[in-house]
């Protein structure tokens, strides 16, 4: 079945300091890649997608690139601020009705 | 704009109590609804999910169920609670080739 793996965590960085958060994936077909991200006492908000391979998602100063070549999907953020901490999941999706498969997520903690 | 409504928002519950969680959407027709289950420490499963009204799809079994009476209504029940359904619950609603957008979720905790 379909499947993400996430790097462990949790991280922790300074601020401005440069994030990567590697994701990889298992799929049949052709998923669509997702990063969520929740911060403390909240839902998921979408914070990037790529539907095709090659497609690079962004938002917030957030990216990530989907790799058919590696099934991979890292996101990376050039500069973190303290308003980054949160945990974020990489998820995809498959199939007509859509279901979500998700990593099991990362928390990371930015410091002044 | 659509947005998708849970609640409650937090609830405790002792052991083998009932359960009622429910979940609303508006702004959109005929959506796909889905449950998702976060525990401790652990990453989201989904636990059932719907195309239309009165169908359900169960992903993984356990003592909870679900229940879609009206096109944008989702529900979430169980007869008796057990410790291990503590969790966060979070309601999503979809469509094919779209993301998922989430509700803020319930806490609930088993005593």
């Known amino acids: 079945g379909d499947s993400v793996t996430q790097m462990e965590g949790p991280v922790t960085l300074s601020e401005e300091a440069f994030l990567t958060i590697n994701c990889t994936y298992t799929a049949t077909g052709y998923p669509s890649l997702f990063w969520y991200v929740q911060y403390p006492g909240e839902g998921l908000q979408l914070l990037l997608k790529?539907?095709?391979?090659?497609d690079k998602g962004s938002n917030k100063g957030f990216e990530a690139t989907y790799r058919k070549e590696t099934t991979s999907f890292h996101l990376e953020k050039g500069s973190v601020q303290v308003s980054d901490s949160a945990v974020y999941f990489c998820a995809l999706s498959t199939g007509a009705n859509s279901k979500l498969t998700f990593g099991k997520g990362i928390t990371l903690s930015v410091r002044p | 704009s659509q947005t998708i409504h849970q609640w409650p928002a937090t609830l405790v519950q002792p052991v083998g109590s009932p359960l009622s969680l429910e979940c609303t959407v508006e702004g959109t027709s005929n959506p796909n609804l889905y449950w998702y289950r976060q525990a401790a420490g652990r990453g989201l499963q989904l636990l059932f999910y719907?195309?239309?009204?009165?169908?359900i799809s169960s992903e993984v079994p356990q003592n909870l169920s679900a229940s879609r009476p009206q096109d944008r209504q989702f529900i979430l029940s169980s007869k008796k609670l057990l410790l291990s359904d503590s969790g966060f619950y979070l309601c999503?609603?979809?469509?094919?080739?779209?993301?998922?957008?989430f509700g803020p979720g319930t806490r609930l905790t088993v005593l």
């Open positions: 790529a539907t095709k391979a090659d």
């Open positions: 719907s195309v239309g009204i009165g169908q």
């Open positions: 999503a609603w979809g469509r094919q080739g779209i993301e998922q957008f």
